[in-house]
């Protein structure tokens, strides 16, 4: 596999293997822990060289262009202790990336998507074992590839799923369904050519139906494999509320919890809050993604998968409110039993490719959960969950250290992308900023 196409693909399951290892924030940001040090217990307070070592290493590395900018947001017992700010969301205006910079966070939709769909599964709108072909009838007939290579006719073989896919499957990523990271087989290039995201003026139905007549890459429930499953339980979520993705997230999650800048769409009035999205040229220097390629990740589509739009502020909530069992300030938006099974392995081991194995990273509802097990520590405490996004952002909840933590950057991975990325660097000190 090629370096860009090793990047390309580690990004997201790298997400997986590094998501547990972000920061997080709360209500209004603090940009200093002095500013809360007074309200917090010694014994529960963030360390404060690690802060500053956290502060002073984003803003060298955002100074050396590593990244255009980083913001950190990191909180404990539900309290914002600290933020970190540096570099620009506008290199070329000056424009500084803040913890209210609305950016691009890919990935990080999944786990939203799965809260949406655990609600309608509380209201009796569907259940977890339900077909998917219940929601989606194209499914009904899908079939699984022998083998992702191509026969000397140059069709794939296929024999017929054994069982529907179900709704756990989609959650679970073992529904046997692609992505677009496979470049080596006939099979995931198949895969490559519907992308839901590239035609934006399809409906979502349109986009999803792409997929339906692709084969499987295995047996549902045989195996974890990253896929298309939280885009297609984005249309699940319309099928069984009645209501468009972005106008059940509105109603029943963002408006809720105060997410005021979360968003599949955002209009002309976000536009000069948007970070810019940067990638490395093939000299290694920084650069703009061309405006044309800009939101071809999914931006102002709403799938499920990747298209929100947020800011550390407002995703700081969400993660909270995981945290806190499903409830933020009053308002519950999903049942404590609900976040339990969400935050809980369902995937082990047995069915994880091996570089998720030796990260000791499960699998929940669209999270990475940290088992126990030598080497866990290097990606968090046991239970500790959290997803990331393919732009290098990241989050994760520490049920046993108190802590919720996200870091954002907004690069496009390229063959030239320097190492010190969000995870990588947000990984390396948080040990030490919990106090370890």
């Known amino acids: 596999m090629s370096d860009l196409r090793w990047r390309l693909t580690s990004s997201l399951l790298g997400s997986a293997l590094l998501a547990v290892t972000l ?3 709360s209500e209004p940001a603090i ?3 002095e500013a809360v040090s007074e309200t917090i217990p010694a014994t529960r307070a963030l360390d404060a060289q690690g802060l500053a070592a956290l502060d002073t290493t984003l803003e060298n590395l955002a100074a050396a262009q590593r990244r255009s900018g980083y913001v950190a947001l990191i909180a404990r017992d539900g309290v914002i202790q600290h933020v970190s700010e540096a570099g620009f969301a506008d290199i070329e205006t000056g424009r500084p990336l803040t913890a ?3 950016v691009r966070i890919a990935s990080m939709t999944k786990p939203v998507t799965a809260v949406a769909v655990l609600q309608l599964a509380e209201d009796g709108a569907l259940s977890l074992d339900q ?5 989606i009838p194209a499914f009904a007939d899908a079939r699984v590839a ?3 290579s191509a026969n000397g006719e140059g069709e794939i073989e296929t024999v017929p799923a054994e069982r529907a896919i179900t709704i756990e499957d989609l959650l679970t990523h073992t529904s046997g369904i692609g992505y677009v990271f496979d470049y080596e087989t006939d099979l995931g290039r198949l895969y490559l050519t519907r992308n839901v995201y590239e035609d934006r003026e399809m409906t979502l139905e349109e986009r999803i139906g792409l997929l339906a007549d692709l084969p499987l890459y295995f047996q549902p429930g045989e195996r974890w494999y990253y896929s298309w499953s939280n885009d297609i339980l984005g249309l699940v979520v319309e099928v069984a509320s009645g209501q468009s993705l972005e106008d059940f997230m509105q109603a029943r999650i963002f408006r809720p919890l105060g997410m005021d800048d979360t968003t599949f769409f955002p209009g002309e009035a976000h536009r000069e809050r948007i970070a810019r999205l940067y990638t490395h040229d093939e000299n290694g220097t920084i650069a703009p993604v061309p405006a044309s390629l800009d939101y071809a990740f999914g931006a102002n589509v709403a799938a499920g998968g990747a298209g929100l739009f947020s800011t550390a502020n407002d995703y700081f909530r969400f993660a909270q409110a995981l945290a806190n069992g499903g ?6 938006i999903l049942s404590r039993e609900s976040v339990d099974a969400m935050t809980q392995i369902h995937v082990g081991p047995d069915r994880l490719p091996d570089q998720m194995n030796g990260a000791h990273l ?12 030598r080497g866990a520590r290097n990606y968090g405490h046991p239970a500790d969950f959290g997803w990331g996004g393919y732009f290098d952002t990241d989050f994760f ?10 870091i954002l950057a907004q690069q496009e991975p390229s063959a030239t992308t320097p190492p010190e990325g969000a995870r990588a660097v947000f990984r390396q000190l948080m040990p030490a900023i919990i106090g370890e």
Request: charged letters at 10%.
């Open 327 to 332: 409830e933020l300030d009053g308002t519950r």
């Open 362 to 373: 499960g699998f929940g509802y669209s999270v990475g959960v940290v088992y126990e097990g």
């Open 100 to 102: 209210n910079t609305m």
């Open 23 to 25: 920061a997080a924030c």
């Open 31 to 33: 940009s200093t822990a």
């Open 146 to 148: 022998v083998s992702p």
């Open 131 to 135: 077909p998917l072909s219940d929601f």
């Open 397 to 406: 909840v520490s049920p046993s250290t108190g802590v919720v933590a996200l």
